[in-house]
Antibody
C-alpha cells in the first residue's frame, strides 16, 4: 500500500545539524511533490518545505529559510530534509507528506526532533 | 499567529451537526483550493477534504467541505465520539509561496 516512513530524528544540541529521511513506497514517487510538515509539542501543524516532483522547485517557510534544505532522490524514492543551525523552536514531530491535487494526501507517522543542550 | 483563522474549539452532542470555519485572504483561500485534515490524538493528520469539497476514497459522506470567497467551512453530520479530534484547514498562499495551515480546531463530542 501507499506508505511514507520517516527516520533520522533524535536529540541534537542547538546550532548542530540533522538530516531527516522519508522513504516512499506503493506509488510512483516521481509523479508527486513532497512536503515536510512539523508539529511542536501541544501545537498545531506548521508547513516547512515542499519540493516538486522533479526537484525543479523548492519552497520554504520563512522560519526555516536559509537553514533547512529539502531534496529528493527519485531513483531511490526518498525525500530528505537537511536541518542546519538548529534552534530550540525547531523541536517538533516532523512529518513527510505526499502532494496530490493541492493537498497533502498521504502522511508518514513522523519522526521526533528535540533540540536541547 | 496562523495565516488562516480557525476557532480554537467547537462542541456538539452525538448525532448532531457541527461546522468549522477557516478564514483567509485573496492570496490564499480566495484563489487556491482548500483541504481539511483530521488529527486524532497521538496520530498523524489524515486528509478529509481536498479541492474545497471533494472526499478521498474511504472518507464517509458525513464530512463535507465548502468555500465562499476567502472563507471555507468543514461540516460534520451525525457526530460520533470517534470524531473527537483536531481539525486543520490548509491551502497554498500565492504571496508567501508557501503552504499554510489554520491553527486547528478541537472538536469535542459531548
Amino acid at each position: 500500500q501507499e506508505q511514507l516512513v520517516e527516520s533520522g530524528g533524535g536529540v541534537v544540541q542547538p546550532g548542530r545539524s540533522l538530516r531527516l529521511s522519508c522513504a516512499a513506497s506503493g506509488f510512483t514517487f516521481s509523479n508527486h511533490g513532497m512536503h515536510w510538515v512539523r508539529q511542536s509539542p501541544g501545537k498545531g501543524l506548521e508547513w516547512v518545505a515542499v519540493i516538486w516532483n522533479d526537484g525543479s522547485n523548492k519552497f520554504y517557510a520563512d522560519s526555516v529559510k536559509g537553514r533547512f534544505a529539502i531534496s529528493r532522490d527519485n531513483s531511490e524514492d526518498m525525500v530528505y530534509l537537511q536541518m542546519n543551525s538548529l534552534r530550540g523552536e525547531d523541536t517538533a514531530v516532523y512529518y513527510c507528506a505526499r502532494d496530490r491535487d493541492d493537498a497533502c494526501d498521504i502522511w508518514g507517522r513522523g519522526t521526533m526532533v528535540t533540540v536541547s543542550s | 499567529q496562523s495565516v488562516l483563522t480557525q476557532p480554537p474549539s467547537v462542541s456538539a452532542a452525538p448525532g448532531q451537526k457541527v461546522t468549522i470555519s477557516c478564514s483567509g485572504s485573496s492570496s490564499n483561500i480566495g484563489n487556491n483550493y482548500v483541504s481539511w485534515y483530521q488529527q486524532l490524538p497521538q496520530t498523524a493528520p489524515k486528509l478529509l477534504i481536498y479541492d474545497n469539497n471533494k472526499r478521498p476514497s474511504g472518507i464517509p459522506d458525513r464530512f463535507s467541505g465548502s468555500k465562499s470567497g476567502t472563507s471555507a467551512t468543514l461540516g460534520i453530520t451525525g457526530l460520533q465520539t470517534g470524531d473527537e479530534a483536531d481539525y486543520y484547514c490548509g491551502t497554498w498562499d500565492s504571496s508567501l509561496s508557501a503552504r499554510v495551515f489554520g491553527g486547528g480546531t478541537k472538536l469535542t463530542v459531548l
